[in-house]
């Protein structure tokens, strides 16, 4: 595996981490292209990889090529590189069915890392699942030993299961995130600062490091305390949009408590002491 | 401060948390109540502290009373007790006004900490923002010196903007946590674990206690992604709440970055990278 030579297609958030993740799993990355100059040079310096921009100049004779690039340029940027029909090609997204390179290539495969990637950010990558998919045996060995040098959370998973996989993962990040930011705004407007939230926020996240999020949630909806329900829902009134989202999400939650046949906090009162 | 003798009324999740933090800092707590004696006694053992069940037991004269009781049960538990008329009443609730002990106090107020307690989960408590409100000068001077030897986040904050802290509180923790219950749940029907999203909710919260949520923010609706917006909405065709949801909460993203007037992912197309 270490003998393989890997070649990285693309130099944005995903290429910013699994660069230094190959070279720290002693695996051979021998370049970085991207189609901005800039960005391959930030990466190949910060790697000390050789880097390109130009198409025509990424290795042909490789065995990985690994596509770290948007859905919509992935097709148009393979199409553009010239590389030995033998060569395992892999891309890193969450909807993309590993079927895009069917038409083009024998060995193929996937290799999606289910995590939010920022430059600014230190990540461990051994704690990063990942998700593969292979085209054939010999491209499902290959990438196999690969992803287990890279990550210590390596789960083989269809192109369909990812797809509902990425989903999930807009609601856990994306959607959560963005909640982050509705509070933020809440606290922006009463003159308060957003770092108030911030033990808060930590806090909510750890207790479904072990917990489940139905043994974690708490709250008015949870305990279905309708005074403080609708004191929210008042001090909405003039954001129809905010006002929406609170009754849909606070009685999502009381609908997923029947369902979970969840233990009643009537049967104990001190429940409703936590804040919400 | 450390001389004024302290009851806690309630043994839920909030005085768990309350009553340890007030003897680490080396504050006087003399009883704890709970109209549930064996709510009182777990926590009377925990602390070492003496407990009863019955509010005529209760110390009439102690210095600083702490209810940690639900809303609705808050007035009637203060009537039932008997206490000498210059105590500091206190109640910890987000969303009861000062004003609910007006007709029958002089000195009162509000110890609200901005945080989710389980009995389960341990905390450290000099981290937890206190948010305080106080009747007059004199409970001001004391519940002031008490919250400061509790937690390094005190901030004097009015009924009002409490309560709006409170319903950002709600998005920051209850929402996002069903999130994670939603997020969960679409991994169970693929036979899936929950864990899987562990360190991507892991990263998400820890990315916003140094960054701003907008500049956390990725993701289809954040790159306007409309692929795989479609793709998304046609995976939750059959659940219009969970459909309705994802709508709104995109747009909601979609809005927040022409408010923020974000940098536009035009001029980045590597941010699209970030897997959602």
Redesign the interface.
């Known amino acids: 595996m270490t003998t393989k030579r890997i070649v990285l297609i ?6 910013h981490h699994l660069a230094p993740a190959l070279l720290n799993a002693g695996l051979n990355l021998c370049q970085i292209y ?3 100059i800039e ?1 391959a040079r930030e990466l190949g310096r910060k790697t000390g990889i050789s880097y390109t921009a130009d198409l025509f100049a990424v290795y042909p004779d490789c065995d990985i090529y690994i596509f ?6 992935l097709l148009s940027v393979f199409k553009g590189l010239r590389v030995n029909k033998n060569a395992l090609i892999l891309h ?4 993309v069915p590993l079927s895009v390179f069917e038409a083009y290539v024998e060995n193929y495969g996937v290799l ?7 430059k ?2 230190v ?1 461990n990558f051994r ?3 990942l998700c593969i998919e292979a085209s054939n045996e010999n491209s499902r060995t290959l990438l196999l030993a690969m992803a287990e040098q890279l990550s210590g ?1 390596v ?1 083989e ?1 269809s192109s369909d ?1 990812r ?22 705004k ?2 922006e ?2 003159g ?1 600062d ?1 770092s ?19 043994e ?7 305990r279905n ?1 309708e ?2 329900l609708g ?2 829902k008042g ?2 009134k003039n954001d129809k ?1 905010l006002l ?3 009754s ?2 606070s009685d ?2 009381k609908e ?1 408590l029947v369902k979970n046949e969840t233990k009643s906090v009537a049967e104990d ?8």
């Not at 693309?10 to 290429?15: R, T």
């Not at 890193?92 to 909807?95: H, L």
């Open positions: 693309g130099a944005g958030n995903v290429a991207s189609r901005s960005s770290c690039v948007s859905d919509d340029s890193t997204s969450g909807s999606y890392p289910l995590q939010t990637f920022s600014k950010r990540l704690e990063v699942p959370q789960r998973i299961k797809g509902k996989l990425h989903l999930a993962a807009v609601f856990a990040n994306n959607f959560t995130n963005h909640l982050y930011g509705i509070a933020g809440m606290l407007e009463e308060l957003f108030l939230l911030r033990p808060l926020i930590f806090e909510t996240a750890h207790k479904v490091m072990l917990l489940s999020p139905e974690a949630q708490t709250g008015p909806a949870r305390d005074s403080i004191k929210h001090l909405l949009k929406t989202l609170y849909l999400l999502s939650i997923s009162p001190q429940m409703t002491l936590t804040l919400w």
